[in-house]
Structure formats: structure tokens, C-alpha cells
């Protein structure tokens, strides 16, 4: 049997550059030899999932798949492991030697027992799986959120029998000064192409453009930009994303209160997951709080709600799939 020819597939986040990166993969290859995959974390906002799963493929002509992490194996772990401290085993019997924030008292593994199910919204059920929030310095949510499930459709339909299959990112050097910072000269998160192994190659096509060219790239092909880069917002993602400047959280809270409120009740959930546990006192940094302090003059200029003293990945954002 001859095989399939190279797929491309765009790692579409309904932000501007992987949108311009779309344009070019289907201006070079053609609707036929495209996947645009959109990975959602049930976390976006509403004119993203317009933008990104009707409006685009009305324009295009395309199709966009989706794909979601699934948790569906780490509730199972975690909830046994409490099912047998409820019972009364010793965490050091369940975990062994190491190290937890908290300790579980019987008690309150019982009473998080009751409420560790999955909820099918990625984002949420990934927080609860970790026992807490990313936070920049810890950013596993695009490992976890994107980049795995991004990983596994691509190799999905090389088991379909295409000979190879590039992963199209619209990551570009100039998106932001940190990521500038980060990539300059760092070696393999600079490169635009990469050889990933099993038939598997990372494109990065966009590397070097400037913002005014991913822009007039919507323009020649007549499409136009999310519309939240008109409501104030400079990225597309999460809404909001632990990397969001501190502007950006004084507009969302502005302009979208019910996303903050959306993560305010996530938050009581996670918590609430972990009262009773010792250690915990129940204080902590809230999105409340965040956006009190967007509020003011003083501070950084990032969301960095929960971050602790681990550095930063260099390459957590490397592959552009949270703009
Ligand atoms: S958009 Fe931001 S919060 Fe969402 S997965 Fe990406 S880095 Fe994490």
C-alpha cells in the first residue's frame, strides 16, 4: 500500500499568530493536505471558540478538530490513593517517603473523596488533579493541555498511514519581551524546524516575523483577526492566562467579569478540595486579589498568581501554543 502523503497539521489557538500560520500552511499545501486541531482547555473565552471552531472554518472552508486533555487516569490514581487513607492506612503507606504541602488526615481525604471527580472542563479538572493552580513559573498547563494531546493527534494520523506529519506552531521571537529574552540564542527553541522522531517534525514558519506581518497576513487573505485583540486584549488563550500583563487583568475584569468570577469558583473548588488537610490555612493569593492589585501602580507586570521558587522552563511556551 502507498502511503499517505505529509500531513500538516496547525496547532490552532484562535490567536493571531497560529492563524497567520494557518493561512500559510493552507496557501502552500492546500485544504486537502491541512489539519487545523484546536486544543481546549475549557477555559477560553466565548469569542475565541467563535472565532476559532465557526468563523475560520466558514472563511476557510476548512474543518478544525478538536482535542481535550483527558484526566480520566489521575483521578482514578489519586482518588484510590484517598480511598485508602480514608480507610485509615498511613499517607506514608500510600506515598511512601515523599513530600507533600499537606497531610491528609483521614478525615479529610473521606471529605475529598466526595468531591474528586473529573468535570470535563481540562483546565479545572487539571488543577484538580495537581491540587492547585500553574502559576508562570510552573506553566505544566501547556504541557498537559496542549502540547500532549497536540502530540498525540498528530501521531494518531501518522498511525493512519501519512509518511510523516509536521506540527505547524505559531510561535514567534517578538511575541513578547520575555519570550525574546528566552529565546535569543537559546539554541533548540530558536529553531524554526526540528526532526521530533517516529515520522514527527515541529515547523515553526512564523519564527521571525513581526507582529505587522502576521497582521497583514490576515488582510491579504481576507480574514479577519480575533476580535478581542479590538477589546483590549494583546494575547488569546486562557482567559485569563497566568502569563497575562497586569493591563491585560484590569480589562478582563473590566470588561469580562464573569470570567473572573468563573475562576473564583474554580479556585473555591480547589481550595475547598484541601481544607482539612494539615498545613492548609486556607490563605493564599485569589484572582480577586490579582485583580485588585492590576488595579494599582505598584508590583510587576504579570499575572503570577501562585508562583514559587522553581525557574522558569525557558521552552514551556516555545512551541506557540498559548499565545
Ligand atoms: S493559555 Fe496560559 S493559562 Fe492557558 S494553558 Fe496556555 S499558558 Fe496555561
Redesign the pocket.
Known sequence: MNARPILHVVSLSGGKDSTATLLVALELHGRENVRAVFAD?G?EHEVTYEYALDYLPGALGITVDVVRADFADEFATKRANLARIAAGEPESAVYGSREFMYAWTPEAAARALELLRPTGVP?LDLCLVRGGF?SRKR?Y??EY??TRPLTEYALARLEEGHSAAWSWQGVRIDESDSRRDRLQGTGACVRSFEVAGGGLFIYRPILRWRVEDVFDAHAVAGIRPNPLYRQGMSRV??MP???AAKVEIREIARRFPQHIERIAKWEELVSFFHLGTQGHTGAGSTIHAVVEWSKTTRGGRQYDLLADAEPATACA?AYG??E
Do not use: A, R, V, Y
Request: proline share 6%; hydrophobic share 25%.
Open positions: 482547555t477555559n483546565f500553574p506553566q498547563c501547556t493541555l496542549k488563550g486562557c492566562c497566568i502569563n511556551s501554543l498559548c
